[in-house]
């Protein structure tokens, strides 16, 4: 049974993929190659720059989302190697698809050598995954309890129910800091525990997750035209609903999926000028990660290559991996570290 599931997900990406660019074609089929053109051109140097400027803002915050993770196992590492690590585990991961699956390979290759155990390193892809969710779901109820009518972009259903819905997200967050606050006993499933973090980790996951999806969803805003651009606040929400969509549909870099519930959702607005905004986005949020990423894992594949060939020749054991791990990658972080 588990060698079928391995199969699942890619099929499942690959359908979702199909039919999201059978429902983009339905919804493009008016827009030619010198509209989309003329749509990227309009955009100025002064809307590239920010909207590059958010894309770093982003990658700032996911490599805290690892270093809060490491605080939290008690592990210290420098910032430099962190955000190496998270730099290219999401940029592999956000084009690869299967996020969790794909973020565990890349951190269990770079952090398996410097000290940390596989549990360790699933604890980490754990608490990094839920501190996303964590973000999701605290922006997602602020957006439906403060406008509830953004939802009537996608779903024809009245206000009160979405903004009893934004309500029981930020109940659900309102818990969670105050299991961790008064330190509740773990949830058990099964033989499984899980702990809630300490208050000044969950406090470091409040900041960190709703600060990468502000910076991700300001690179689309900045990309989109002044005249008729409906508001930051929006353009967040309707992010928010795409790019979860994007996510339960396993397809690789939410392809078809994020532009089809954007376009559903933004219908005042030229198709040209959005879909010229989500091309911005690509490239700066996934196309160009991905290039930087992949000469990343090429320099350290040949690092630790080069590191072992040496260790064989010197006649030192080498760990498993192909790798000997130096006392200093295994330092505990003391619990009041930043």
């Known amino acids: 049974m588990k060698k079928k599931l391995e199969y699942v997900w890619p ?8 039919f999201s660019f059978w429902l983009l074609y339905k919804e493009l089929k008016g827009i030619s190659a010198s509209d989309l053109v003329d749509s990227l051109s309009a955009i100025s ?7 590059a400027g958010a894309t770093l803002v982003a990658y700032a915050a996911l490599a805290w989302y690892d270093r809060i993770a490491l605080l939290h196992l008690g592990k210290k590492l420098s910032w430099v190697v962190i955000s190496l690590v998270s730099f290219t ?36 892809v754990a608490l990094c995954s839920f501190t996303f969710g964590l973000g999701t779901v605290l922006l997602g109820g602020l957006v439906l309890v403060l406008q509830p009518e953004i939802v009537q972009r996608l779903f024809d259903v ?6 009893l819905a934004g309500a029981g997200m930020l109940a659900f967050v309102t ?3 105050l299991g961790s606050w008064r330190e509740f006993k773990p949830l058990t499933i099964g033989s499984f525990h899980i702990y809630y973090p300490r208050l000044h980790i969950t406090a470091r996951q409040l900041i960190a997750a709703p600060l990468e999806l502000l910076g991700a969803a ?25 790019f979860s969509a994007a996510l339960i549909s396993h397809a690789p870099g ?29 490239l700066l949020y996934l196309l160009v990660p991905l290039a930087f990423s992949t000469v990343v894992v090429i320099l350290f594949e040949r690092s630790r290559l080069s590191k072992t060939l040496q260790e064989r020749l010197a006649g ?11 006392a200093r990658a295994r330092v505990r972080v003391d619990d009041k570290a930043a």
């Open 175 to 177: 818990l969670y800091v």
């Open 316 to 326: 030192r054991p080498v760990e498993p991996h192909g790798t000997a791990v130096p």
């Open 89 to 124: 585990t999401y940029a592999l991961s956000h084009n690869i698809g299967a996020s969790v699956l794909s973020g565990a390979m890349v951190r269990l290759r770079a952090y398996g050598t410097m000290g940390l155990s596989l549990a360790e390193v699933g604890v980490l």
């Open 218 to 242: 300001g690179i689309i805003y900045f990309a989109l035209p002044e005249a008729g651009n409906p508001g930051f606040f929006v353009v967040l929400g309707v992010f928010l609903a795409s």
């Open 254 to 282: 939410g392809l078809g999926v994020l532009e089809f519930v954007f376009l559903k959702a933004m219908p005042d607005l030229p198709q040209a000028d959005v879909l010229a905004a989500l091309l911005v986005f690509r």
């Open 158 to 163: 009245p206000t009160l129910p979405a903004r």
């Open 11 to 18: 099929v499942v990406g690959l359908l979702a993929v199909v």
């Open 45 to 51: 140097a002064r809307h590239w720059f920010l909207a």
